[in-house]
Nanobody, 115 residues
Framework: VQLKASGGGLVQPGGSLRLSCTAS????????MGWYRQSPGKQRELVAS???????NYTDSVKGRFTISRANTRKAVWLQMNSLRPEGTGVYYC??????????WGQGTQVTVSS
């Protein structure tokens, strides 16, 4: 399974970015897809995820500002990030966990929130 992420960049506080991730290869479904963030000096943390039935989960700090969505194929996810804050800076990784519990990671995309 390969995950290809894109959409990062530099944005001012209060701005928006949209991250995209596309999965390819042999996926053992049902699977969960999501986004993790690794900020400077911190451990990688879950930002948002979407389950097989479409249930979503967000870390508290992004609730109401970020939205995760996916394609009908369940092989692409997007993360719409609004009202970005400086603490949102980090490398964002696309993640997929298959039915067997095996995790796959994308290459990471840098998001920098700064004026």
């Amino acid at each position: 399974v390969q995950l290809k992420a894109s959409g990062g960049g530099l944005v001012q506080p209060g701005g928006s970015l949209r991250l995209s991730c596309t999965a390819s290869g042999s996926i053992i479904s049902p699977h969960v897809m999501g986004w993790y963030r690794q900020s400077p000096g911190k451990q990688r943390e879950l930002v948002a995820s979407i389950g097989w039935q479409g249930s979503t989960n967000y870390t508290d700090s992004v609730k109401g500002r970020f939205t995760i969505s996916r394609a009908n194929t369940r092989k692409a996810v997007w993360l719409q990030m609004n009202s970005l804050r400086p603490e949102g800076t980090g490398v964002y990784y696309c993640h997929l966990k298959n039915r067997l519990g095996t995790s796959y990671w994308g290459q990471g995309t840098q998001v920098t929130v700064s004026s």
